[in-house]
């Protein structure tokens, strides 16, 4: 159904646009009818979700910019996370409100917390003085009827490192690019889906048309994310009907990154240097951007979709390598061209599922399915992941494992593990970040919430067979064929 | 500085990849690894001009080639570093 109705929600409607770029893209038609895509999702002549149908059709078509790739206003900044102007609800300004619970109590809870004398007693309710507040949130802690409220920007809230203002006039949310380590936690939680990210969709598909040998490389978060059943055998294959010609699994990637941090790690406690990991590119950015001085203790160890993408290319110059993950900051780890043989493109699951859907295909649960990394592999899409694979490769080369990691889970516990390393007092002598709370698996690109794809991730975990990281990579891969290193 | 290459499907048809690699071995052969970095951008839609290539702080679009990246390097990219 191309016309969007009431009952479509931000998710569906993300989804159906995405989904329509696609069957345009695939069918050779998308700058031909993309202009005319608006009007027909948005048919009208009675609005459903905004004011109007003109401002609906508006944001339609700066979502078909974003889908294609490009920034959805006039400006052209860099960024992957993009604020979609015309759909930015202009959320109130003011963060903390007094509501009409306000009993007027007299032990003036919110006036005694309250240290910059922002708070008085006016004839019905408490007032806030917002020059005189600083935001600390004690009052809203303190009302024992939870008469105040908490009006912060969904956005700003969830963004980790501060990047998110808006212009004075309009209330437009800015993102400030030399802030932002394109977590994507912003495009989840607003509520009007105004922030989105841009899409290498259409020239991957663009890429297939031409004829061009399109490896896809699925990130180990995949199981589960198609539901039951779906073994990355059966994603395989609907991948292939896609177009793309061979599919290897970046849980062999997870693998080799292990392998060789492990080694980088034993070096560095030799030599009594702390390190930090290298996987989690919205976690390196927040390193570049915001604790600059500590990019030397960044593992060198490039990541698992870096890895695997040397690999593909070492055996086949030619192939195009397409990294489909849960993940949008690796969209951004792609256009740092100093790495060699990095991935060619990015797409995430929830795009990959669009495009499923374009296509009409089905995934359905297949006898045959692929194995290419190990279940360590597999595993390093979750927090902690990393650091167990990391000390299982450690076990297996050296039979003990004794060092002191740090496990971050989410973009809040690894500014305060930077934090303590900058200033010397970090306990642990690594660190393991991941900027998503859960890791990977809960990642903004997801076809499928974390809680929902749980079980059936679970039970196709557990299908995989016990090989050992170090077998693994002894019996399948060429270790001698390419670098496992920044340069 | 920064020097961008356009990855848009409709650059890497015409060598975006290769345009890079060579830039890349350039540089190193110069050593200007700490001086230059290599960025990559999405497509922004001036195909007919690839593979798009910008300067930081410079408007213009270089079209380049992988035939023509080394004389993109001698004359673009070279005098910038020395002024």
């Known amino acids: 159904m191309l016309s969007l109705n ?13 989904c329509e770029v696609a069957r345009l893209a695939y069918e050779g038609t998308l700058d031909e009818k993309k202009e005319n895509l608006p009007f027909e999702m948005i048919p ?51 963060h903390y409100q007094v509501t009409d619970n306000c009993r007027r109590c007299v032990s003036k809870k919110c006036q005694s917390v309250c240290r910059f004398d922002a708070i008085t007693m006016e004839k019905d309710r408490a007032h806030i003085n917002m ?130 941090e492990a080694d980088e790690w034993a070096e560095a406690y030799k030599a009594g240097e702390k390190k930090v990991t290298s996987c989690c590119p919205a976690f390196v950015n927040m390193v570049k951007k915001h604790f600059p001085t500590l990019m030397p203790n960044v593992s060198t160890t490039v990541s698992p979709m870096c890895a695997v993408s040397r690999m593909v290319k070492a055996k086949d110059p030619e192939a195009i390598t397409v990294f489909i993950g849960p993940c949008v900051a ?8 100093s790495l060699d043989g990095n991935a060619d493109y990015v797409l995430t699951y929830n795009e990959l599922q669009c495009m499923f859907e374009a296509r009409n295909i089905v995934l359905t649960p297949e006898a045959e399915n692929i194995q290419h990394g190990s279940i360590y592999g597999k595993k390093f899409a979750g927090s902690g992941g990393v650091t167990a694979a990391v000390l299982e490769a ?20 690894c ?47 557990a299908q995989a067979d016990d090989r050992e990281i170090w077998q693994n990579l002894n019996e399948h891969v060429d270790l001698d064929s390419f670098s496992m290193h920044r340069k | 500085m920064t020097v961008t290459i356009c990855i848009g499907s409709s650059c890497h048809l015409k060598g975006s990849r290769d345009v890079v690699a060579r830039l890349q071995s350039l540089i190193s052969e110069n050593g200007l690894d700490s001086q230059v970095q290599l960025s990559g951008s999405f497509c922004n839609g001036r195909c007919d001009q690839g593979v798009v290539v910008t300067i930081e702080g410079d408007d213009q679009i270089y079209s380049v080639l992988p035939e023509t990246t080394e004389m993109f390097f001698q004359n673009e990219i070279l005098p910038r570093l020395a002024g």
């Open chain 1, 6 to 18: 009431q009952n479509d929600n931000i998710t569906s409607i993300k989804d159906a646009v995405l």
């Open chain 1, 415 to 461: 500014k305060k593990a930077l934090m303590l390393l900058k200033a010397g007092r970090l306990p642990a002598d690594f660190v393991e970040g991941m900027a998503c709370e859960g890791g990977c698996v809960s990642g903004p690109g997801c076809a499928k919430c974390e809680f929902d794809a749980r079980k059936d991730r679970q039970a196709l975990l």
């Open chain 1, 44 to 94: 009208g002549p009675k609005a459903n979700f905004r004011c109007c149908i003109y401002k609906e059709r508006e944001i339609i078509r700066q979502r078909i910019r974003m889908a294609e790739g490009k920034a959805p206003g006039a400006e052209n900044d860099a960024n992957i996370v993009q604020v979609i102007s015309s759909a930015c609800e202009e959320c109130t300004l003011g």
């Open chain 1, 330 to 337: 690796k969209k951004d780890e792609i256009l740092d061209l």
């Open chain 1, 131 to 260: 020059d005189k507040c600083k935001e600390c949130g004690k009052c809203y802690q303190a009302c024992p009827y939870h008469a105040i409220v908490d009006l912060t920007r969904p956005c700003k809230r969830a963004c980790p490192v501060d990047a998110i203002s808006w212009d004075e006039a309009s209330g437009i949310v800015k993102i400030d690019e030399k802030k932002c380590i394109q977590c994507g936690a912003c495009t989840e939680a607003c509520p009007f889906g105004a922030i989105g990210t841009r899409s290498f969709m259409v020239d991957v598909i663009n890429l297939i048309r031409s004829g061009k040998k399109v490896v896809a490389l699925p990130a180990p978060a995949g199981e589960g994310q198609f539901g039951k059943g779906i073994t990355m055998g059966s994603l395989a294959k609907g991948i292939k009907e896609l177009g793309f010609a061979d599919v290897v699994e970046v849980a062999l990637g997870g693998d080799l990154t292990a392998a060789f």
């Open chain 1, 394 to 413: 450690m076990k297996e080369k050296h039979g003990v494992a004794d060092v002191n990691v740090m496990v971050c889970n989410g973009a809040a516990e």
